[in-house]
């Protein structure tokens, strides 16, 4: 018989998954239609960690244990950090936190996500309610903005079959090929799209003035705003025409359209601000609160639950982390020699650190400079529950197969608990009050209780239901970016500067899987594939073989996330709001090598 559980990755999809015999398929009914994607396809012929190991040694895992105890007795509280990532994005994963919280230990905030448009999203709306995909399947028009879901959200394309469809995007993704509009938008330049499609909408007399009446009285001010932006001279710079505009604005107005947001447009300091003038344009078109309109973007995956973990801490930033201000560092489901920006610093900085635990599944660059590596267990050999940022869905994760391999989160901490006499409550009481933010669903699925399909029906959040526009000075903030860069541009030569541009790869979750070896270069540079490369950033280099493409733009240079080297040329700077790790600042020359 079937036995059914869920994918524990980082992805918007969260399906829900049949496990027989070994063999893991989509489930039937719902969004999975049956499938699952390559790296669930996959999993199980993935090689694991089997063994744990202190500064390179084989040891058991009772040895690993007392190893992590004696670590951790050596330290003064402060000395003491809990990093941990999103390798697994299932509930249970926050049991190490109440452990390292109850110590005394520090805990990280921040992103190296999506926070800094979640920052945009809240600022505008008052807070982020995201519109599932059970929403998006009953658009008119669909706009991909800077989302690639071939990759990264696979279920999605069946619901865009019959619907109109316009991406933006630098590169030309798969979608991209089956858009009726596509956008080769310069990297980085969204926001001046957005105001002048706005603008325009205001121009044309396209807007939902009703609407805007009662949830967005600014509207005026926002369109003297968008006034300032030079329309002639921004089009020539952002690669749009007139023309594209126009086709916009003819596909959107009238329409049940959702705006499906990823995280590329907001890989930049002011990724807050680029996503709050995209959600301005939903606005000045009335989407919210309608039945298949509005905006997708990565949710809140933990909307509507509360935890029952005491993880009230300290915290310092994941993004900047300086990890030798602790003389422990116990690294959980991450992998932030690879990950995190800026790498070389994350290096010295972790090197200078006395002990290094690395608790996770695979072997990466982490686990090797690790003194202490103890092995996770897999979603099948571990209890757990998830949720998504993607849809509302409420999924079970019993444990499916039996292991001598690792431990389990809540083992860890079980353990961890009792020798220092901190209170935990048994495993199947903290699964139990998940399951009470659960609601079951007509055809016996389960839904997060509370969470609303079409949510902003009576207007925002904010104290005066009303939309919160981008001000003056914040514009300028960006729009002075883009002045500052073409002057750079004059002073050196044009071409010597790229934009680097670092998206997901089909083939891996981030640096989990079968990792990117190349870089990616339009043909126009003048490489070929084969080319041996040195990418220079300020921060860094990092050397890569090239693979041509003709989806890429002439200035751009597209390095895949978990590509060994790429964070080599990111700096450790934050967004300017979100707390966000900053991908694609960094320009970048290139020389072959
Ligand atoms: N296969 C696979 N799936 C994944 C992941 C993975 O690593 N691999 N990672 C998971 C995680 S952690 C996340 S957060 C999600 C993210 O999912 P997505 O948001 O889809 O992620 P990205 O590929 O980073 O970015 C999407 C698109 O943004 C474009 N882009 C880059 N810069 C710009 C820009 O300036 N403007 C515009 N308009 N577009 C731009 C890129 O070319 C890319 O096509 O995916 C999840 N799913
Ligand atoms: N240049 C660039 N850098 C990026 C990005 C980008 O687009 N470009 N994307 C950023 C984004 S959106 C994200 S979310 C981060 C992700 O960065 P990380 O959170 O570091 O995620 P992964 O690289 O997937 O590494 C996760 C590790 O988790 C471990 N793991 C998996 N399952 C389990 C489990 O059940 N238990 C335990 N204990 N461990 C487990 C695996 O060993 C794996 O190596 O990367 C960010 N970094
Ligand atoms: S699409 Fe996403 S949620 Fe579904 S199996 Fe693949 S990684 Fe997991
Ligand atoms: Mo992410």
Known sequence: M???????????????????DGVLKGTNGGHTQGFLCPHLNHYEQQSRITTPRYRGEEITLDAALTKLKEMIDANYKSELLHYRGSGNFALMQEVTDHFFAQMGAKLTDGSLCDGAGEAGIVEGRGSNKNMPMSEIAKSEVVIIWGRNPHTTSSHLLPLLKGKK???????????AKMADLFIQIKPHTDM???????????????????????????????????????????????????GQVGTILEMIVDKKVAIVCGVGIQKYRDGADIMRSIDAIAVHLGLFGKEGSGVAYLGNSKEGIVSPFKTKSARVSKVDTEFDAFKTVFIQGANP?????????????????????????????TSAMADLVIPAKTFLQKSDIRTSYG?????????????DIGISEYDLSAYLCKAYDIEIK??????????????????????VKGRENIPYRDGFDRDDNEFLFLEETEIDRSANKIILTKNRHKKRKVSSELYLITPKSPKSLNSQFQREKSVYLSSELGYVTGDRIRITSSVGSVELEVLVSDALRQDTVLIYSGTAGVNNLTSSVHSYEGKNAVYQEEKVTIEKI
């Open 2 to 20: 079937n036995k059914i559980t869920a994918c524990p990755l980082d992805c918007f999809d969260a399906c829900s998954v049949a496990y027989k």
């Open 426 to 447: 048994p495993e199947e009481e903290y699964l139990e009050h998940f399951k009470s933010f659960a609601e079951v669903l007509d055809d016996g699925t389960f839904c």
């Open 165 to 175: 469809l316009i991406v933006i995007d630098p590169v030309e993704t798969q979608v």
């Open 192 to 242: 001046y799209l957005a105001l002048l499609i706005v603008r325009f909408l205001h121009i044309n007399n396209y807007c939902d003035d009703d609407y805007l009446q009662e949830y967005a009285s600014e509207s005026e001010e926002y369109y003297e705003l968008t006034q300032t932006v030079r329309i002639k001279s921004m089009l020539e710079n952002i690669g749009v025409s007139l």
């Open 391 to 403: 849809h509302h869905a409420f999924l079970e994760m019993p444990q499916l197969q039996e292991s």
């Open 337 to 365: 020699l690879s990950q995190m920006p800026n790498s070389q610093r994350v290096k010295q900085s972790l090197s200078q650190t006395e002990n290094v635990v690395y608790f996770g599944l695979y072997e990466n660059e």
